[in-house]
């Protein structure tokens, strides 16, 4: 098994219009996301990195270039990353117009997440998707760190999924744009330290 787990979330995304980009293409980084994605590569630069993951989406594969260039590294892609499926019934809608196109959906997702009947994909199934994929890369480094890039959810839930939490805290202290999460691979997942673009610090996790 690999040394360290990186999981990432992708930095901040272009989109002016505020749309749920959701699995839609050309959504790509913005100016400040490619900061945050300099900053997060700053940040793994001195580890010893052998492999770096994303999903197949532009804005996490953009993110996932940034930190791979600085060690010499391609870029492998694994679908299983990718995000929620949630997001496919809401992408294109302008975010403040999903109570009318959508109605009760944001609602229910804001209130509880992982009861969501409407969703082809349910937290558990995204949680269970996500999680068999970071333990299948991990299988396949038996020295040095990995990086993987994500998104938001998926992120979230595979840090709650692999460290044993329960899913009813899927809204609380969510990965932020460019997040670094770094966990140690065991029969006993832990999150080990996290890195924060924007508060240019390293900090253990609450």
């Known amino acids: 098994m690999a040394n360290l787990i990186h999981l990432v979330r992708h930095a901040e995304v272009h989109n002016?219009?505020?749309?749920?980009?959701?699995?839609?293409?050309?959504?790509?980084?913005?100016?400040?996301?490619?900061?945050?994605?300099?900053?997060?590569?700053?940040?793994?630069?001195?580890?010893?990195?052998?492999?770096?993951?994303?999903?197949?989406?532009?804005?996490?594969?953009?993110t996932a270039s940034t930190i791979s260039a600085r060690h010499g590294l391609p870029v492998r892609v694994?679908?299983?990353?990718?995000?929620?499926?949630?997001?496919?019934?809401?992408a294109g809608i302008v975010w403040e117009d999903l109570p009318e196109r959508r109605p009760g959906e944001l609602e229910a997702y804001l209130a509880h997440p992982w009861d969501l009947p409407f969703s082809p994909e349910s937290l558990q199934e995204l949680g269970d998707r996500m999680t068999s994929a970071i333990k299948a890369i991990?299988?396949?480094?038996?020295?040095?760190?990995?990086?993987?890039?994500?998104?938001?959810?998926?992120?979230q839930v595979a840090r709650l999924v692999l460290t044993g939490t329960p899913l009813s805290t899927q809204h609380t202290d969510k990965p932020k744009h460019a997040t670094?999460?770094?966990?140690?691979?065991?029969?006993?997942?832990?999150?080990?330290a996290r890195y924060d673009p924007e508060d240019q610090e390293a900090?253990?996790?609450?």
């Open 78 to 90: 694994d679908e299983n990353l990718t995000e929620w499926a949630l997001s496919d019934l809401w």
């Open 180 to 192: 670094v999460h770094t966990f140690q691979p065991s029969s006993d997942w832990k999150e080990a």
């Open 203 to 206: 900090f253990p996790p609450a």
């Open 138 to 155: 991990n299988e396949r480094h038996t020295e040095g760190d990995v990086v993987i890039v994500s998104h938001q959810d998926p992120v």
């Open 16 to 62: 002016p219009q505020h749309l749920v980009y959701g699995r839609l293409p050309q959504f790509g980084l913005s100016e400040r996301g490619r900061r945050q994605a300099i900053e997060a590569s700053r940040y793994l630069a001195g580890q010893p990195i052998v492999a770096v993951w994303s999903s197949p989406l532009e804005r996490a594969l953009q």
